[in-house]
């Protein structure tokens, strides 16, 4: 009798286990998320006085722009550097080709590698990196200037106009490009 409810009793340890593990997989396969993104981005969303920008443009360049451009924005090889979006956001219509610039890309005979279309992120995260950029990397006059910088509704406008990576070259403004790396 003692070996019998030995018997029982693994089973019924196995059978839990085994109920364990397809409960995981099934978790894990599908992904479950406890929060979603929109609900994480509330806690940026602009306020009645001021857009809080800081912390998550930088997590965003982290990890959308980094990977090409380099943690000090300096570029490399096929990529360029970012010290001249400076000069494009002053630029007359440079402030719209900025965001456009972001939501469709860019394919250019000047660079080794096009720009993919960072459309994916939503309109705070892109502002957010957007901001990041023009405060950093040698674009550091913009902020002296007398100009607002990005906020979400800026980049929602500019959406939805079915523009090519290549006709995004054809729009740039005329200003001075860095040398390639």
């Known amino acids: ?19 364990a593990a397809v409960l995981f997989g099934a978790v894990r396969s599908a992904q479950v998320v406890v929060s979603d ?5 509330t806690q940026y969303a602009p306020g009645p006085e001021r857009f809080e920008w800081e912390e998550l443009g930088a997590g965003s360049y982290l990890r959308n722009c980094e990977n090409c451009h380099g943690a000090q924005g300096k570029g490399w090889d096929q990529y360029p550097g970012l010290d001249h979006i400076g000069l494009l956001f002053l630029a007359p ?6 965001i456009d610039l972001h939501l469709y890309g860019l ?11 960072m459309g994916h992120m939503h309109d705070i995260q892109l502002a957010a990196v957007l901001n990041h950029v023009l405060t950093r990397f040698g674009n550091e006059t913009v902020v002296g200037k007398d100009v607002a910088l990005y906020e979400p509704l800026d ?7 079915g523009l090519t990576p290549r006709q995004m070259e054809e729009r740039r403004p005329d200003v001075p490009l860095p040398a390639p790396r």
């Open 1 to 19: 009798m003692r070996h019998f409810l030995a018997s029982i009793a693994t089973y019924i340890i196995i059978a839990f286990l085994f109920g």
């Open 37 to 41: 993104e929109t609900t994480v981005l």
């Open 93 to 98: 219509k440079g402030r719209d080709y900025v």
């Open 107 to 117: 394919t250019s005979d000047r660079w080794g590698a096009p720009m993919p279309p």
């Open 155 to 161: 980049i929602a406008a500019r959406r939805d106009q």
